[in-house]
């Protein structure tokens, strides 16, 4: 059983910044590291994922260029950079693993296996 717990999670006004991070308790080379969003009434929306081994990164069109995914892979962490926020950015935000995959297969639709609580993130205009 993989734990993953976030934190970072807040309020902020329209074109401000967030920092969220995950911290897992074992991520592999081999491993996909993603996150992902769902609001009230929304169905779950996937917002960036990094393949550990070669930290290829995928990003969903709707956070393109406003957000970025990084890894600390000595202390198994992901961080999720979201800058520029727009209100519909709102949204519990929730980290991911899928243990075994691979560059093929690692994106923001990849099959994860174990999911952490979320942190949520609250923008206001």
């Known amino acids: 059983q993989v734990q993953l717990v976030e934190s970072g999670g807040g309020s902020v006004q329209a074109g401000g910044s967030l920092k969220l991070t995950c911290e897992s308790s074992e991520y592999t080379d081999s491993s996909c590291m993603g996150w992902f969003r769902q609001a009230p009434g929304d169905e779950r929306e996937g917002v960036a994922a990094?393949?550990?081994?070669?930290?290829?990164?995928y990003y969903a069109a709707s956070v393109k260029g406003r957000f970025r995914i990084s890894q600390e892979k000595d202390i198994k962490t992901v961080h999720l950079q979201m800058n520029s926020l727009k209100p519909e950015d709102t949204a519990m935000y929730y980290c991911a693993i899928e243990q075994s995959s691979t560059i093929y297969d690692c994106g923001v639709g990849a099959d994860f296996d174990y999911w952490g609580q979320g942190t949520q993130v609250t923008v206001s205009s």
């Open positions: 990094v393949f550990v081994g070669t930290d290829t990164r």
